[in-house]
């Protein structure tokens, strides 16, 4: 399958290269995207001061240090893009992409919004429990199969034939796009207009 990767914007360049400053426990840009799309179509409002500021981000003391009001500020904006963009059925997740064999590594965006999910457990919980309605039951699947495929024990093993590993492959592969089609169902679901 071709893929094709659209650039950077400079604020989310910026916005990357501040995360890499802020240390080893910082997010990844793709876990960020993750965490923050998981805040616009969750099924129960967040406040930000639930999530803000991140615990990488501030000293032991919890302050955030002097100069923090740029991350804070391209933070805000990626939220108010993602919004956007899945307000008009046009969501772009921001993947990792491996650099030696153009694998998309969609885990890493997983993890962000696993990690947003926490926040709202039990409400994350009942949905993914639901998979009989139609848009609920289908964001439900789509959900958990990324959550679930994203677990590294949940390959094939060494018992596995051909059939089997084509099928994990195959799920594989397309879960970039089942990722984003799932997110816009939960902005539908959660956010009707």
Known sequence: MEQEYAELSPSLLRLEELLEEAGDQSMLLAELDGFLCCLAVGPEPIANSEWWPFDWLTD???????????????????????????????????????????????????????????????????????????????????????????????????????EEWAEFDEMHENMPMIIARTAVLLHRLHKPN
């Open 60 to 162: 032991e003391r919890g302050v955030l240090p002097s100069g923090s009001e740029e991350i804070a500020d391209l933070i805000e904006t990626r939220l108010a893009e993602i919004n956007a963009e899945l307000a008009a059925d046009a969501y772009a997740p921001l993947f990792e992409v491996d650099e030696h064999s153009d694998d998309i590594i969609w885990e890493v965006w997983i993890a962000g919004f696993q990690q947003a999910m926490l926040l709202r457990f039990d409400a994350w919980d009942d949905l993914l429990r639901d998979t009989e309605s139609d848009i609920r039951g289908e964001a439900a699947m789509g959900l958990a199969s990324a959550l679930m495929l994203a677990q590294p024990d949940t390959r094939p093993d060494d018992t596995a034939g051909d």
